[in-house]
């Protein structure tokens, strides 16, 4: 296998696979951008699923085939609902019977009640913005905290024998000790309490909910993520490290061009991992008033006094987000495999 | 003929101790190592051959005794060791390639950021020392495409990409499939041939036979007898010598 040179051209068959799996692709988009004309969503989605069942192979096949699962799920939602309010002049008898049943039914009275009178739905969306406001940012400064807690961490345990003592090293034994303490404080508490002693001790002067949240939610996550990315520096061999060192690359620099990238490789679905994670986590912010997905489907229930509805709705999204991003997570992982390392 | 030639590395009483002086990897080596040797480091698993020529370059840090490279003592504080691993290559049992780097870049990413060789520069010098060991097609590769003797072959040649004075060997066939060592001594007898300068632990004794200026047996972290590879396997004078060329040849 290694002596063979690189295949100059891909053989017919191999050509015409990729082909399929690019028109596989662009069937499964087309398929969820026309899923609100009920017909033509349906049809490619068909066409990409027919397509797929012959020839399953490659990334890009497998990506279309789930749009187009996605584009079928969004055709049925978006059919039934145009065939219950789409305006029509002259609507046919059986469809006007159908839609006066279903207006009285206590499904749609529920419905209406919980997310259209009012503009509920805003509490919902809204809410979900929020939800994504704090993940997004609480991820990059966990990201953040984590790689440098990860490296104060990883380098003390490399570099203590090698230092002659001095300023240096105290000053690394101190950061390697505070991030000891953090690690253990942090890890060892409940994040609603770590959020709550945030919002009315540390910052109980400012209103600002969001910051409040992202500060408390990255700091948190940065512990979990410190120790992801100080498994991932761990996991690479110690041979790159010393072959580094004999090239004359000096410690940082070792760090920098040969062990960080390939722990960084090695660690990127768990990191995804841990932004799904918070996506959940972050519906305890309620706990200090801010009105994210979670407090927003929990104020329509305190206004309706219904609380299957508006819950129920909630658990949907959040069940919907997390599928979607463990999906992306689960091509990148198939992704990071295949290529080479 | 070594014997007129300069001194560059010189290795006095060296000492490393394990668990507080409970295992003694090396016990007191001492010896000169000049300019164009070949010297060959044969011994017992645990010897301390490893120990040895890791410390050379540092990647061990001795316990005692004194290590000169050019006169000049690599463990004082103002030495700075970076710049003095640049001028002694390592060639590591598990080649140790960077996996995420293509062939081409495992050669120029030294050069590049420690001797401020530009791109098309270093990449023409990789580019010929590929040349030199057949694998120039194999440059935009990834390691893992490669079988373990290419590996070595490319391991030997990021080492040289640096210009080193010395070429530390730590087992380089130690790990191939029988049918790949060959090619691997042929890139090191070429090397010695072209008058560089080499420390080769290995048990390739027809390699040490046949391209060593001077072979060290080594046993419980000293030097047991050292001497030309004749007098080595022809006339050994130790009786721990005799027994392990017996186990071996
Ligand atoms: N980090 C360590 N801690 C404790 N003992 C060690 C350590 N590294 C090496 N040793 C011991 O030092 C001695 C010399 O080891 P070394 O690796 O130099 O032997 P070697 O001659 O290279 O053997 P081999 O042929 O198996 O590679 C051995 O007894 C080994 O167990
Ligand atoms: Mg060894």
């Not at chain 1, 006066?100 to 529920?110: A, E, G, K």
């Not at chain 1, 809204?126 to 609480?138: D, M, N, P, Q, R």
């Amino acid at each position: 296998m290694s002596e063979q040179n690189k295949l100059p051209a891909p053989e017919p068959a191999l050509l015409n696979k990729t082909k399929k799996s690019n028109l596989i692709l662009v069937f499964g988009i087309l398929s969820v951008l026309f899923s609100i004309i009920p017909l033509a969503g349906i049809v490619f989605a068909v066409l990409a699923i027919c397509l797929f069942v012959k020839n399953r192979s490659g990334m890009k096949a497998e990506i279309g085939k789930t749009l187009a699962m996605i584009g079928i799920v969004i055709s049925i939602i978006a059919s039934a609902v145009e065939l219950l309010f789409f305006p029509l002049n002259n609507p046919p008898s059986w469809l006007s019977a159908i839609r006066s049943d279903f207006l009285v039914s206590s499904f749609w009275i529920d419905f209406e009640n919980n997310f259209i009178s009012e503009k509920r739905y805003m509490y919902i969306l809204k809410g979900l913005g929020v939800t994504f406001e704090v993940t997004f940012f609480a991820v990059l400064l966990g990201i953040a905290l984590g790689v440098v807690v990860a490296l104060v961490r990883s380098s003390y345990d490399t570099l203590k024998e090698e230092m002659r003592g001095g300023f240096g090293k105290g000053l690394l034994w101190f950061f390697n000790k505070l991030c000891g303490v953090y690690l253990t404080v942090i890890r060892g508490t409940p994040v609603v309490v770590q959020l709550m002693i945030i919002y009315f001790v540390i910052f109980a002067s400012s209103n600002n909910k969001i910051l409040v949240a992202v500060l408390a939610f990255g700091i948190n996550s940065g512990a979990y993520v410190a120790e992801i990315i100080r498994g991932g520096i761990m996991s690479i061999d110690k041979g790159q490290f010393e072959a580094g060192r004999s090239l004359g690359f000096g410690y940082v620099r070792t760090m920098a061009f040969i062990i960080i990238p390939q722990a960084f490789k090695a660690v990127l679905p768990a990191l995804a991992n841990e932004f799904i994670v918070l996506i959940k986590e972050t519906s305890v912010s309620g706990y200090v008033g801010l009105q994210e997905l979670t407090k927003g489907g929990d104020i329509i229930r305190s206004r309706t006094y219904s609380a299957f509805m508006p819950l129920i709705a909630v658990a949907i999204i959040y069940l919907v987000i997390v599928m979607f991003f463990s999906w992306l997570v689960s091509l990148l992982e198939r992704r990071l495999k295949n290529s080479e390392r | 003929m070594s014997a007129d030639n300069k001194v560059i590395i010189s290795v006095k009483d060296l000492k490393k101790f394990y668990n507080d002086g409970e295992v003694k990897a090396l016990d007191g080596v001492t010896t000169d190592i000049r300019k164009g040797e070949v010297v060959v480091v044969i011994g017992p698993s645990g010897s301390g051959k490893s120990t040895f020529l890791r410390s050379l370059n540092l990647l061990e840090r001795p316990t005692g005794g004194s290590i000169t490279f050019e006169g000049n003592d690599i463990m004082a504080p103002s030495t700075d060791i970076n710049k003095l691993r640049q001028k002694m290559g390592m060639v590591f049992q598990h080649f140790n390639l960077f996996p995420h780097l293509t062939i081409l870049r495992n050669m120029t990413i030294a050069p590049m950021k420690l001797n401020g060789l530009s791109k098309e520069d270093a990449e023409k010098k990789a580019l010929s020392l590929l040349e030199r060991v057949g694998l120039a097609d194999r440059a935009k590769a990834y390691p893992s495409q490669l079988s373990g003797g290419q590996k070595q072959r490319i391991a030997i040649v990021r080492a040289l990409a640096m210009d080193p004075e010395v070429m530390l060997f730590d087992e380089p066939t130690s790990a191939l499939d029988p049918e790949m060592v060959g090619e691997v001594l042929d890139v090191m007898k070429n090397l010695a041939k072209a008058g560089m300068t080499m420390v080769c632990v290995t048990h390739e004794m027809g390699f040490a036979r046949e391209v060593g200026t001077r072979v060290i047996f080594m046993d419980c972290g000293r030097i047991i007898e050292e001497n030309t590879p004749d007098q080595i396997f022809t006339n050994p004078q130790n009786e721990r010598l005799k027994s392990f060329l017996q186990k071996v040849l």
